[in-house]
């Protein structure tokens, strides 16, 4: 059994501030790499103990050199580095059981939650698929969907559980890892007991799988992406991608039957939106 394991940092418990996920030289962004990839650790020991054979560990955060990869469970595989296709899902495939996603934050606009964004927080003031607001963990686990893989399980602080679970359903396996009191201050769980239950929950949500609990979460066609952007400079950027309509001067749209074309889209926009100063 394969198992797809996408990791972000801004939601491991004792990860609170910007400066933490900052990547750079402070001591406080290293102990977050530190924290991030020992709670990859505790979600590859939970796979392995369901029966996972071979365990993919995509580094999902910023430019994607965070984990550490000696502190990683040697039974991971780990994908690093940056860009690379599909980003946070890069090579997911339908060779996988099912996908698990670590450290994830709530979508642009969610409060109180720790460092809520979606994709590109200096270029997405929203993301809507269908009509319907998008977070992080909903345009990756419709990604999955479209290659048969369902999310097995999902951790983060208490926005992001919630948000995950009202999207994907109440059957979802969610560790919340903090409460958060705003966009940079929350209650967290000691690592230690973050990553116990990590390691449980990984277990649990891989047997709902097992179970036929947990399916592939499919949007199906056809999308409709609308992405409102912070400026209209950012616009200006985005909008040069064919295909790419701009309805209003900081709203971007686009349509396609494919899925994984409209994920592309996405991130065109926000690597080309970013480039906006
Ligand atoms: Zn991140």
């Known amino acids: 059994m394969d198992v797809y394991v996408s990791v972000d940092m801004e939601g491991v418990a004792g990860v609170v501030s910007r400066e933490q996920v900052m990547p750079g030289e402070s001591h406080a962004y290293r102990r977050a790499c530190a924290l991030m990839t020992q709670e990859a650790s505790a979600v590859v020991a939970g796979a392995a103990a369901a029966g996972a054979t071979r365990v993919v560990v995509n580094d999902s955060h910023a430019q994607m050199t965070n984990l550490d ?55 997405f003031r929203a993301v809507r698929l269908n009509g319907v607001r998008q977070t992080e963990t909903t345009l990756n686990a419709a990604l999955a969907g479209h290659h048969g893989v369902p999310v097995a399980m999902v951790s983060g602080d208490e926005a992001t559980c919630a948000e995950a679970r009202a999207a994907l359903g109440p059957d979802l396996v969610t560790v919340a890892t903090k409460a958060a009191f705003g966009n940079q201050a929350a209650y967290s769980l000691h690592p230690t007991v973050a990553r116990q239950r990590l390691e449980q929950a990984a277990r649990d949500g891989l047997g709902r799988v ?47 039957d494919d899925y994984p074309t409209v994920f592309r ?7 080309l939106g970013g480039l906006a100063g």
């Open 265 to 271: 889209a996405l991130l065109a926009i926000a690597l």
């Open 69 to 123: 990869p000696e502190l990683l469970d040697p039974r991971a595989e780990c994908s690093m580095g940056f860009p690379k296709p599909y980003y946070m899902m890069a090579g997911v495939g339908r060779n996988f059981a099912a996908a698990l996603f670590v450290g994830y934050h709530g979508g642009a606009g969610s409060a109180p939650a720790i460092l809520d964004h979606t994709y590109a927080s200096r270029v």
């Open 210 to 256: 097992a179970a036929g609990q947990l399916r592939p979460w499919v949007v199906p066609p056809p999308y409709l992406l609308e992405c409102d952007v912070t400026t209209t400079h950012t616009a200006d950027y985005a909008s040069t991608i064919p295909g790419v309509e701009r309805p209003a001067g900081r709203t971007l749209r686009f349509e396609h």
